[in-house]
């Protein structure tokens, strides 16, 4: 070992060149398989509805719009997820379908008239100003053409389709949802040239950070 | 150096001679605002007002002894000094209505800001709010809390413009029309004596339109050419001549 050292330049260098990269290259491809794969999943928390909730039930067998449980109210402002009391207007005494998810929830829910801890997908860091309001048909299908459920699901997670509730994300340092949207994803209309004008659309600051 | 221009210009017009200097502008703006309050206001490291009301006084002996008070909010220059300063663009003005934003998540705690501004309308969090005895659960939610090391100033209640654009797209009507009224500052709402009027200074029809182009009309330190929104009426002369730097024989207008 010593007399290596001391000649650097003699014998078998590229076994020695080599020697050095491999263990560089062992390490890139566990630091990345740690950054791509461990890291993630050490990172966000895995967590499921409290009740399962069936969007696909609700809008293709019952054929309700999106608005019908998540509507405005009257000062202008987004009610948001719906309360057990909106919910019980249908579901009250005796389950309509076969889901014993439903069953539970007016058990657990409406008889005791808890409200349910439903985990948001899209809840947004608090220096974040969105109006739902802004956001409508109207002023989207000027040039677009949307159903309610296209317009929704360009920022939400189309759960139309779905008979059960994505789990739920959570990054553990900041509590951030995974699945909220992300800054470039409103870029995608907010910074499009032809959106102005047309919409009110602006990219100021101002319109949606606080 | 050019005023960016907008359809709707947000602006206020005060009148000096109703303010009585009882502070509830302020006393309105740190509610609304989500200011915290502090054990020792006169500490005036610590202490932050987006509005604040200043002590003019004409120096002359008791007969003819007289004061004013002037509340001082974010003038929301035509062209901020602030804004071009601010190294990460945390500060701007580029929106619809001419408000001076701050998105104090952006700011990195420079005060550059705070050194350009000529009304000294900037504050800086030297500490992390505290809320004594709950008054976390009431603060304004639609105003985002500032945490310490960044730099925040009046916005001119933001927040109440984006609910009145709300509120009007779902009645149906046009958010960029807005009657007058419908969106006003937290302050102009508190003053118990009216002496501030907020509205569009670009619409005629608005109160605050007519003050401003009023011959009383004055704005601070109006020769520096920041061409601030902030408009002060008064009839006194004297009240008139601190608003800015007149030489002793200089004939204010108005």
């Not at chain 2, 958010?175 to 907020?198: K, Q, R």
């Amino acid at each position: 070992m010593e007399e290596r050292l001391l000649h650097p330049a003699d014998g078998n260098s590229t076994s020695r060149q080599f020697g050095g990269a491999a263990p560089f290259f062992v390490g890139l491809v566990v630091a990345l398989i740690f950054g791509w794969w461990a890291f993630p999943g050490m990172l966000f928390s895995e967590q499921e509805q409290p009740i399962n909730f069936s969007h696909k039930v609700h809008i293709q067998d019952a054929e309700m719009e999106c608005s019908a449980c998540h509507y405005f109210r009257e000062d202008g402002t987004f009610a948001g997820l719906p309360t057990t009391e909106s919910c019980a207007e249908c579901h009250s005494d005796e389950p309509l379908g076969e889901d014993p998810e439903e069953a539970r929830f007016i058990k657990e829910y409406v008889e005791t008239g808890k409200e349910v801890k439903w985990h948001v997908y899209q809840k947004q860091p608090d220096n974040v100003f969105f109006s739902h309001a802004a956001h409508s048909l109207e002023s989207c299908n000027n040039c677009h053409d949307f159903s309610e459920v296209e317009l929704c699901s360009q920022c939400h997670i189309d759960v139309a389709n779905m008979d059960k509730a994505p789990t739920y994300y959570e990054n553990k340092l900041t509590t951030y949802s995974k699945q909220t949207m992300k800054m470039w994803q409103c870029e995608r209309c907010h910074a499009h040239p032809e959106h102005y004008g047309v919409t009110r659309s602006s990219n100021a600051c101002f319109v949606c950070h606080k | 150096m050019e005023t960016k221009e907008f359809t709707i210009k947000w602006g206020m017009a005060i009148d000096l001679d109703k303010c009585t200097g009882c502070g509830a502008c302020m006393v309105a703006c740190q509610a609304e605002n989500n200011l915290a309050p502090i054990a020792d206001a006169s500490n005036k490291i610590k202490v932050m007002n987006w509005i604040t009301v200043y002590e003019l006084s004409n120096g002359k002996p008791y007969p003819e002894h007289d004061v004013a008070y002037l509340p001082r909010p974010c003038q929301q220059c035509g062209h901020p000094p602030c804004v071009s300063v601010c190294p990460v663009i945390a500060t701007d003005k580029n929106e619809e209505g001419g408000i001076v934003s701050q998105v104090t998540p952006r700011c990195i705690g420079c005060r550059y800001c705070m050194a350009a501004c000529p009304y000294h309308a900037r504050y800086f969090n030297w500490r992390d709010p505290v809320w004594p005895g709950g008054l976390e659960k009431a603060l304004t939610p639609d105003v985002s809390v500032r945490p310490r090391g960044v730099v925040e100033k009046c916005t001119f209640c933001h927040h109440r413009w984006m609910a009145a654009k709300d509120k009007a797209i779902v009645e149906g009507r046009d958010p960029m029309d807005l009657p007058e009224g419908e969106y006003v500052t937290s302050c102009t709402e508190a003053c118990p004596n009216g002496a501030i009027t907020f509205g569009d200074l670009n619409n005629e029809e608005h109160e605050v339109a007519k003050l401003a182009s009023s011959k009383y009309a004055h704005r601070l330190l109006e020769r520096l050419g920041a061409d601030t929104q902030v408009y002060y009426v008064s009839r006194r002369e004297w009240v008139l001549r601190q608003l800015d730097n007149y030489l002793e024989d200089e004939k204010v207008k108005g």
